[in-house]
């Protein structure tokens, strides 16, 4: 699958690889790996759903940040697997290697929620990759989340170190918090946290508050409330960015059923005809690792008769996890894709009721998780803190206060849920990382400043990749 174009990233990323105690990969083979390992974790999605998975690709190549979050495999491979280029760590134990992980922990995955209570909480929110595995390595993904996010606003490697180390430490000053019996942080309104996070809240207030959502999805006509059907944001390039469509009889039949079992995987009950359901679409162009997969909106008619307490439900499709040789599935704790999702995002969260309409279904070919949409759920925007930081409104150490949180947040879910042996995820972090937090601050650190330039070079590959291979990497799908 080599071509002799991609001999031209051979010197910028002999150039952009740092050497560690390991040689580094040759560029020659790296890009071919990259290109059979894309094609590799993308090829189920290739052959039922190829142009979807050739505008997932087009949206990887838009921009650094959504090729870092979409390629989460190339990530997994490269921490997890010896070899040459990797980078290791002083901090692995056998116990600590199964902890619950959020899976793929970055800045655009984390967000507000509205628990029944009304008061809106800041969690993670995306918990398709949640499996057992080292604790290090959710991590790092995160702190390198945050320097792709900064370097689109043109920050180098000395500017942004503040915010990377700012992960570490406060995922470190969290672990020890809970070790000394403090209670767990719980992001609230108002309380401190930083000018990124009083923005998020402030808007998925005013957003929530006036049913944004279903304004977006829905349409009231005369006396009922129906599905809209079209673009609820204009394509950019060409690129379906947020497009609701009707269904097929035969589509509209397989979420009905996934729906009718759904309410019984919920923490609470609901009135009677709570779910009745008043309309479903389909929804395209969200994500970027998910964009090809399938995603429903369902409008349910909510606690009354009245129009102005209807709900609107997302059903998303789930796959398998991506998997390495230390992260880990358990069939006695999750049992479907779907049902791994939701009991993951539950025993991570700072309380399992923080989304109150959560739950799981699944029907032939279907795992999928459920959910409320509404905007009181609104997810942090790297975009927006790139615009922000360019007009001096906000600066690097607000990045930096979001990024404390961040890794606050996810010491504390690490330590709260069980691991796969069954005892309190503190208790092996805090053994692994023993008197020594501030080299595991450092070694995190040292992990981005040695990957960052790999990731980026990874990047410009897989964009002349696109180019001289075509849509499908090389690949042909059978329909094709």
């Not at 108002?190 to 508050?209: C, P, W």
């Not at 279903?214 to 204009?234: I, N």
């Not at 930081?389 to 906000?394: F, Q």
């Not at 960052?452 to 075509?470: H, S």
Request: glycine share 8%; proline share 7%; with cysteine.
């Amino acid at each position: 699958m080599r071509t002799s174009a991609q001999l031209a990233f051979g010197l910028a990323l002999a150039l952009l690889l740092p050497l560690s105690g390991c040689d580094a990969p040759s560029s020659d083979a790296r890009v071919s790996w990259l290109q059979s390992t894309m094609v590799d974790d993308n090829r189920i999605l290739l052959e039922r759903a190829p142009d979807a998975v050739a505008d997932k690709f087009r949206k990887m190549a838009s921009r650094p940040y959504y090729y870092f979050r979409g390629n989460m495999r190339v990530f997994i491979d490269d921490t997890t697997r010896p070899g040459p280029g990797s980078v290791p760590t002083r901090f692995a134990s056998g116990p600590a290697s199964r902890v619950l992980l959020v899976g793929d922990p970055h800045p655009e995955n984390l967000g507000t929620y509205r628990p029944a209570e009304g008061v809106l909480v800041f969690e993670y929110n995306d918990f398709d990759a949640a499996m057992y595995g080292p604790f290090h390595q959710d991590v790092r993904r995160l702190a390198l989340g945050f320097a792709m996010a900064l370097r689109e606003a043109g920050l180098d490697f000395e500017a942004l170190a503040p915010v990377v180390e700012a992960v570490g430490a406060g995922y470190v000053a969290e672990i020890a918090a809970l070790d000394a019996g403090q209670p767990p942080i719980e992001v609230r309104p108002r309380a401190g946290f930083g000018v990124i996070v009083d923005d998020l809240f402030r808007r998925a207030k005013r957003d929530g508050d006036v049913q944004e959502a279903l304004d977006e999805y829905t349409v009231v006509e005369g006396s009922a409330r129906v599905m809209f059907h079209g673009d609820v944001e204009r394509p950019v390039d060409g690129l379906i960015t947020d497009r609701v469509t009707p269904l097929a009889p035969d589509e509209d039949r397989l979420v009905r059923g996934l729906l009718s079992g759904y309410p019984a995987t919920l923490l609470g009950a609901e009135p009677a005809g709570f779910f009745a359901i008043k309309g479903i679409s389909r929804r395209l162009g969200a994500g970027v690792s998910s964009y090809p997969l399938r995603r429903y909106y369902a409008l349910i008619e909510g606690p009354t008769p009245a129009l102005d307490d209807d709900r609107l439900l997302e059903i998303k499709e789930v796959l398998d996890p991506t998997r390495g040789p230390a992260r880990h599935l358990s069939d006695r704790a999750f049992v479907g894709n779907g049902r791994r999702v939701v009991e993951a995002q539950r025993r991570l969260h700072v309380r399992p009721d923080c989304d109150p309409l959560l739950g799981w279904s699944e029907a032939e070919p279907l795992q999928v998780r459920i959910r409320e949409r509404t905007k009181y759920q609104k997810g942090i925007d790297v975009e927006r803190i790139v615009d922000r930081m360019a007009e001096s409104r906000w600066t690097v150490q607000d990045v930096a206060d979001l990024a404390r949180v961040a890794g606050r947040l996810l010491a504390r879910s690490h330590a709260r849920a069980t691991t796969l042996d069954g005892q309190p995820g503190l208790d092996p972090i805090v053994a692994a990382l023993g008197d020594a937090a501030s080299a595991f601050v450092g070694e995190t650190t040292g992990f981005v400043e040695q990957y960052l330039p790999r990731t980026e070079a990874d990047y410009a590959a897989f964009v002349q990749l696109l180019a001289e291979e075509g849509p499908w990497l090389g690949y042909r799908p059978a329909s094709r």
